[in-house]
């Protein structure tokens, strides 16, 4: 079974351009999830959309925004890059299983799409 | 404030030695803890998740601890190996708080 793929892997951007990453989620997986990782900040989670509608979103600007498409791929675009931008950015899907409160389903994370902003 | 705590930042051990990691949290309400492996330079890999009525789930060598009402986590690694150099992260989840990272303890398993 294939894993959660993320395109492309490394790509490099200057300040002011934009970036679209993309990411598709295991076979039969309509919850995909996106997170930012950087050295001094960690792990940080982005948004969540679950049949092409956001769940959740995270702390972050609106330069932050994300869709999914019919086929739970996934897609994710920051706008007017800054420095600060320069990061792993992860996705991860899941089989949408509810919990009391949210989802309990294991999430499974792609390699990441490595960002540089010079 | 949501927060996951995780210590020590950074643990070396010898290979067949056993470690334990700590996961601290005041996040509420709470739904789930998660607790992943991270390779350098990969995407996390799942190993345990707990629900607030589980208090122990293992995965091979991995056994996590959970203690809702101290709000406790542990990650107890037994007789470890090399490929278990990583970091380790543990995420808790409730309500609308979405996913809350701790900042991962690296371990250096050396021979």
């Known amino acids: 079974k294939a894993g959660v793929t993320q395109t492309p892997r490394y790509l490099i951007k200057t300040r002011g351009q934009q970036v679209t990453l993309s990411c598709s989620p295991i076979?039969?997986?309509?919850?995909v999830s996106w997170y930012q990782q950087t050295p001094g900040q960690g792990l940080q989670f982005l948004f969540e959309?679950?049949?092409?509608?956001?769940?959740n979103k995270g702390n972050f600007p609106g330069r932050f925004s994300g869709r999914q498409f019919s086929n739970s791929r996934s897609e994710m675009n920051v706008s007017t890059l800054e420095l600060g931008d320069s990061a792993l950015y992860l996705c991860?899907?899941?089989?949408?299983?509810?919990?009391?409160?949210?989802?309990?389903?294991?999430?499974?994370f792609g390699e990441g799409s490595r960002l540089t902003v010079l | 404030k949501n927060q996951v705590e995780q210590s020590p930042q950074s643990l070396i051990i010898l290979e067949g030695k056993n470690c334990t990691l700590q996961?601290?949290?005041?996040?509420?309400?709470?739904?789930?803890l998660r607790w992943y492996k991270q390779d350098t330079g990969r995407g996390p890999v799942s190993l345990t998740i707990?629900?607030?009525?589980?208090n122990t789930k293992s995965n091979g060598r991995y056994t996590a601890t959970l203690d809702a009402d101290t709000k406790q986590s542990s990650l107890h690694i037994t007789a470890s190996q090399l490929s278990d150099s990583a970091s380790y992260i543990c995420?808790?989840?409730?309500?609308?708080?979405?996913?809350?990272f701790g900042t991962g303890t690296r371990l250096k398993v050396l021979a």
């Open positions: 991860a899907s899941s089989r949408l299983r509810e919990g009391l409160y949210a989802n309990t389903g294991e999430l499974f």
């Open positions: 076979s039969g997986h309509r919850s």
């Open positions: 959309y679950f049949s092409e509608t956001q769940r």
């Open positions: 996961c601290n949290y005041t996040v509420s309400p709470f739904s789930n």
């Open positions: 707990m629900t607030f009525s589980e």
């Open positions: 995420v808790v989840r409730g309500g609308t708080y979405k996913y809350i």
